[in-house]
Structure formats: C-alpha cells, structure tokens
T-cell receptor, first 111, second 116 residues
C-alpha cells in the first residue's frame, strides 16, 4: 500500500518567515494530495490539496507543489503568523478515497 | 457550514468490553470513513463505507471491528471486545465523492477511546 513520509517532524520559524514541509510517497498511482492542519485538541482541517494533473497550487499564503517524477510534494507557508502554529499532515490517495497520512509536522511560529 | 459530528468525545472502557462510536456525517455526503490515531503516531485508515456496505478496509480492521449505518444520519464503529492497543483517537470522515474520484474528506472532532 501507499507509504507517506513527512519531514521534518518539528519546525520552528520566526514570525514572518516562510515554512516548508516536505512529503514523499511511494505509490506512483497516487493522484490526490491533501494537506491537513490540526490544532491542539481539534479536528484535522483541510487547508489545501493538489491533484496530479497540476504541479503547483496557491491559496493566499499557502502553496503546495508536486513533483510526480520524484514522488514528493511540499507545503509552503509564507509570512508565517502565530496562528499558523499547529501540526500539519500530508496525505496521498490513489483514487479509492483511502487517505494514507504522513506522521505530521509540528510547526511552531515564534513571535 | 455543515460539519461532521462525533459522540462521545471521550470514552473510557475496560478491556474486553464492547464500545460503539457514533458519527453523523455531512448530510449530502456519500462516502464515510473511520480513521484512528494512536498517540504520537500517524492517522491510519480503518475502513470506508459506501452505499450501505464496506468498500475497503485496512489490515487493522479485523473481525473485532464492524461498521453500520443504522439510519439515514448515523454511522457507527463497533469494537466488539476492546484491547489495550485499541486506545486511540478515532476520527470519522465523510466526502461527497463517488468511486475513483477524489474529493475533500471532512473530519469529525474525534472520539478519544481509552481502554483500561
């Protein structure tokens, strides 16, 4: 089955700087890659997703890039703010709607 | 904005007991899921459900687990005889997608299951 790896496990950034989280996946049939943000004690919230027919997608301060050849995708957060502090999960799916998640990345934005 | 809801938020049970975790998916959604997250580990897929039957299940979803849509709104996960290693956060999710089309999965707030 699909195996998703996520790096780094913890990321600290100064407020206003950019944060980048990288994920790799193993199944070349995967074609859908969502990112979820989970604040402490709350549900995972979908923040952005990308399908395999595009290489990049942007939504305000958040962007995701996908490299199908290398089987990796990344989340970019620009101009980080304290409310961006959370755990971020990447995931991959091959069309069966079953999501395979990474282990999560704790992002800490230092004011 | 509609949300997936789950009850209870926290369930404590003794080893060997049966538990039922309840979920109310978003009303016009077609696909329902259960995931679990053991503390400090990744979110893991358990089962997907469509058209009143299981469409896919993982190796975790053994004979101790079952799912049901008893009425038009609820979606339940039953663990027949709980084990210590079943302690985890259980998330329900739903999506409006049909087969082979990836649509956003919306997650509930989770039920924390503690088996003692």
């Amino acid at each position: 089955g699909e195996n998703v790896e996520q790096h780094p496990s913890t990321l600290s950034v100064q407020e206003g700087d950019s944060a980048v989280i990288k994920c790799t996946y193993s199944d070349s049939a995967s074609n859908y890659f969502p990112w979820y943000k989970q604040e402490l004690g709350k549900r995972p919230q979908l923040i952005i997703d990308i399908r395999s027919n595009v290489g990049e997608k942007k939504d305000q301060r958040i962007a995701v890039t996908l490299n199908k050849t290398a089987k990796h995708f990344s989340l970019h957060i620009t101009e980080t703010q304290p409310e961006d502090s959370a755990v971020y999960f990447c995931a991959a799916s091959s069309g069966n709607n079953r999501l395979a998640f990474g282990k999560g990345n704790q992002v800490v934005v230092i004011p | 904005e509609p949300e997936v809801t789950q009850t209870p938020s926290h369930q404590v049970t003794q080893m060997g007991q049966e538990v039922i975790l309840r979920c109310v998916p978003i009303s016009n959604h077609l696909y329902f899921y259960w995931y679990r997250q053991i503390l400090g580990q990744k979110v893991e897929f358990l089962v997907s459900f469509y058209n009143n039957e299981i469409s896919e299940k993982s190796e975790i979803f053994d004979d101790q687990f079952s799912v049901e849509r008893p009425d038009g709104s609820n979606f339940t996960l039953k663990i027949r005889s709980t084990k210590l290693e079943d302690s985890a956060m259980y998330f329900c999710a739903s999506t409006r997608a049909g087969w082979s089309r990836n649509y956003e999965q919306y997650f509930g707030p989770g039920t924390r299951l503690t088996v003692t």
